[in-house]
Antibody, heavy 120, light 107 residues
Framework: QVQLVQSGADVKRPGASVKVSCEAS????????IHWVRQAPGQGLEWMGR????????LYAQKFEDRVIMTRDTSISTAYMELSSLKSDDTAMFYC?????????????WGQGTLVTVSS | DVQMTQSPSSLSASLGDRVIITCQAN??????LTWYQQKPGKAPKLLIY???NLETGVPSRFSGGGYGTTFTLTISGLQPEDLGTYYC?????????FGPGTKVDLK
């Protein structure tokens, strides 16, 4: 069955970086984009960007493009999202989601979420 | 960026009620509109794609409609498991943007 399993919760100091992983199984990893979506506590969904798991090409939301890096390791079907220069308002749940290459941007499977807390 | 709005922001309904949520885009997005349901502490779940196509496994009481700038999600006969927050999302133009959400609870 299709699964996206994310790394566990993390606590970071302001100014630090965090790297969240998203391990895929049950489908051909390189047939899909992996997107990252942020959700602050009690707030809505915010798209951060995507990576083409086949080519490695990325597209970032302008809001994050100067401090986010999305990568993937096809040998272990895992995508990564690294966010740097963390601030307290980066405290949020981060989700990965898949979207088939060449299709519309529809997130049919999501990871379980990774809570990142930024606190001094 | 395409701005998405939803109305109402929250609603209270009784079991069995027909519930309608509206999503508007500030420019024409054709039918590139998706609906998700999110329950507390859980990841969003895909309900409707391309404005009106029901995702496999989603109950038929959910339906979507609309084109261009105005879209609707209808729940025909609210069930207890339908409580949660509903988000629309456009993918006509990057960046992908979501509506602010509509919280559905019991009256």
């Amino acid at each position: 069955q299709v699964q996206l399993v994310q790394s566990g919760a993390d606590v970071k100091r302001p100014g630090a970086s965090v790297k969240v992983s998203c391990e895929a199984s049950g489908f051909t990893f390189t047939d899909f984009y992996i997107h990252w979506v942020r959700q602050a506590p009690g707030q809505g969904l915010e798209w951060m960007g995507r990576i083409n798991s086949n080519s490695g090409d990325t597209l970032y939301a302008q809001k994050f493009e100067d401090r986010v890096i999305m990568t993937r390791d096809t040998s272990i079907s895992t995508a990564y999202m690294e966010l740097s220069s963390l601030k307290s308002d980066d405290t949020a749940m981060f989700y990965c989601a898949r979207d088939v290459l060449g299709g519309g941007t529809v997130f049919d499977y999501w990871g379980q979420g990774t809570l990142v807390t930024v606190s001094s | 960026d395409v701005q998405m709005t939803q109305s109402p922001s929250s609603l209270s309904a009784s079991l069995g009620d027909r519930v309608i949520i509206t999503c508007q885009a500030n420019q024409d997005i054709s039918n590139y509109l998706t609906w998700y349901q999110q329950k507390p502490g859980k990841a969003p779940k895909l309900l409707i794609y391309d404005a009106s196509n029901l995702e496999t496994g989603v109950p038929s009481r959910f339906s979507g409609g609309g084109y261009g700038t105005t879209f609707t999600l209808t729940i025909s006969g609210l069930q207890p498991e339908d409580l949660g927050t509903y988000y629309c999302q456009q993918h006509d133009n990057p960046p992908i943007t979501f509506g602010p959400g509509t919280k559905v609870d019991l009256k």
